[in-house]
């Protein structure tokens, strides 16, 4: 018997099981998260999740070779988008049809940071303190994502009429 003629989507490729290792002790250095266990049972949870199928649903989906954009960038545009408590970003269900790729990470880090301080992952105190890093460790979290759990063969069929 010989090898099967391909492999499945759903396993690693070569490289990314260490890359996403790398990632995980990167993020639990910057999360407050005293193991393993702990940063994935909140990746698993209400308060990532969410907002993590939004975006694929919103921007990944439709753009999966999509790169990554400029950290501090991003992580600085949704600090200020905290800070001023911007409604294009905090609002329920905001109008993203003509989102840029940067809105829509930006979306992203500040519903993750939004639920997660009213959780008490953060308190205002860090988020005074520490805005810039929280917000580019939850960029890490959405990079984290896309290096690990997403797959475009995962994606349901685009329908046309």
Do not use: C
């Amino acid at each position: 018997m010989g090898q099967p003629a391909h492999q499945s989507s759903q396993q690693p490729l070569p490289g990314s099981v260490q890359l996403s290792s790398q990632h995980e002790r990167l993020i639990l250095e910057l999360l407050p998260f005293k193991d393993l266990h702990q940063f994935h049972e909140w990746l698993s949870g209400v308060y990532v999740r969410g907002s993590w199928h939004e975006f694929v649903r919103d921007f990944l989906s439709r753009n999966p070779a999509a790169p990554e954009l400029d950290k501090t960038k991003t992580a600085q545009t949704a600090k200020d988008a905290i800070n001023s408590r911007n409604v294009q970003y905090l609002i329920y269900h905001p109008d993203k049809g003509a989102w840029t790729a940067q809105e829509h990470h930006v979306r992203f880090i500040v519903a993750v940071v939004s639920d997660n301080m009213l959780k008490g992952l953060w308190s205002e105190s860090d988020w005074k303190k520490r805005s810039l890093e929280i917000s580019k460790a939850v960029y890490e979290v959405l990079a984290f994502l896309r290096a690990t759990a997403f797959t475009p063969e995962s994606l349901p069929p685009q329908y046309e009429a």
